[in-house]
């Protein structure tokens, strides 16, 4: 299994904050070492970091958490393989175009038994589960919107990824974040949980390391952002879990839609850590990098 | 104008060498400072970095110069804007996936007049006309290969690269390198370099900064690479101009295929720099950044 991480906001911001928390996870505080990703955008435009390495150990990662790339729509991953080598090719965000957008999808779960029929334009460049459902997802609402020349607007998005959410999760935990820049898209089968924040602005302490700061000193009283991540990532703010089957939308920073399909099941958590090795410490450690410490910085 | 490179190899090469002597390009010894973009294969995966700061001030490039990344291909292009604003999704290299893999082009060239019909998947994000010309030469690669549900071989596909490349040259300049990480395809309206790298490796001075290399400590016999770039990277190696309609594709680190269209025209070279503001120093300059001088390290 993965660790999500997804953030939306009414105004660019930097969140290496969070960030610094959830990359321990990869090596440090918890097993999610088979490679990781993180992707931000800036206007239409976004950019996709990847590796291979544990995040905890991955030059890469230390550089972004010490460069704050501002952005209202940030997802980064942390991989643990179930299917699928430990190689980039593997490694979340997955991107493709469609009607001038560029779409990211970053997954936590695990669809042994979702094969589909990919007649579309897309087709997988790793070999994971992740990927093929996002493109037969694409390739779906591209069918469902053929007609169209300028990309739908997200409330009539909404509906058809619910929709075709449902089906994927037939086949097993898909707990999902999905951008085109413009709207966050989420999905719960097993684990994932949000946090609205807001004026008045709290004093957070992150889970994962030994680090606090003072959000009311980042931010405006205007701001507002969501994160949305598989495990809380801070202690004294008010995360709330997902349903299972419930998809939510995120756009500047406020929940804007959610539905919550009551067919959908968890399943068992198969837990990948079992029978393979990790030299991780598993405990709540302090960081050894040189920290720029801001969630939104103006 | 802009700033191509290009690299294949056959093994897993750094070139983090030559990337300093390019970076340099974009505002230390040349006015190329309306963004960059570099991409390394790694297996079927691709990882791209793109910024839109000059790359002599982007801490993105001085971490790349310092992180050697290896690939046996690379492709980099430092952005002078002549359409598009200066933006993450004006910056090449474009990306999009056919067939499971992943292609990427870069371009130097001015297609002010090139707006073909797109009716296939691709769509431009950004406003450049280069990647407009990019979605139009998948589109109609993916029209002539409709039957296939496996990546053609190079061999199928160069003569075709060339013949579309010639219609497109018709319009503007167009000097590029595609890839789809197997063959480096590449095609000169006007302006591009070719060196080859093979055993006895010389001893290279970069034509930007005051650094040299002794390449055949780095390499050894069986090592070859080709580097390809809009002006030679270093002096005192063999770099051989394309012909104007020259189309070249490289495997392994050795030319595979050529051909040369007698029909395509060099356009006169607009360059964007008149009348444009840059504060560079446009004089040959010692690097500000820590350095690892290799292309190729095993």
């Not at 090719?89 to 997954?107: D, M, V, Y």
């Not at 619910?162 to 097993?190: D, K, M, P, W």
């Not at 994932?192 to 030994?210: G, I, K, N, T």
Request: aromatic share 10%; with cysteine; glycine share 6%.
């Amino acid at each position: 299994m993965c660790q999500l991480l997804g953030m939306n906001c009414n105004s660019d911001a930097a969140i290496t904050f969070s960030f610094t928390g959830f990359a321990a996870r990869g090596g440090r505080t918890a097993a999610h070492v088979d490679g990781w990703g993180m992707a931000f955008y800036e206007r239409s435009g976004c950019r996709v970091f990847h590796d291979d390495q544990p995040a905890s150990e991955s030059p890469l990662a230390e550089f972004l958490s010490r460069y704050p790339i501002k952005s209202r729509i940030v997802i980064a991953h942390l991989r643990r393989a179930t299917q699928g080598d430990v190689t980039i090719a593997n490694c979340h965000p997955f991107q493709r175009e469609w009607l001038g957008q560029t779409w990211l999808f970053a997954n936590n779960g695990d669809l042994t038994s979702f094969h589909p029929t990919l007649n579309g334009p897309y087709r997988p460049v790793g070999s994971t589960d992740s990927e093929r459902a996002f493109c037969w997802l694409l390739q779906e609402l591209r069918h469902r919107f053929a007609d169209r020349q300028q990309p739908p607007a997200w409330h009539e998005l909404a509906p058809h990824v619910a929709q075709l959410s449902e089906v994927i999760a037939r086949h097993g935990n898909f707990n999902f974040l999905l951008t085109n820049g413009e709207a966050l898209y989420t999905h719960c089968s097993s684990r994932l949980q949000v946090l609205q924040r807001r004026h008045p602005f709290p004093m957070a302490r992150l889970v994962d390391c030994d680090m606090s700061l003072d959000l009311s000193a980042m931010n405006g009283q205007n701001d507002r952002l969501v994160i949305v991540a598989t495990d809380p990532l801070t202690t004294d703010e008010a995360w709330q879990p997902l349903a299972t089957g419930e998809c939510r939308v995120f756009v500047d920073g406020e929940e804007v839609w959610r539905q919550v399909n009551p067919a959908t099941r968890a399943f068992p958590i198969v837990d990948a850590t079992i029978g393979r090795p990790w030299s991780g410490l598993r405990q709540r450690a302090s960081t050894a990098w040189p920290l720029l410490l801001r969630d939104i910085a103006r």
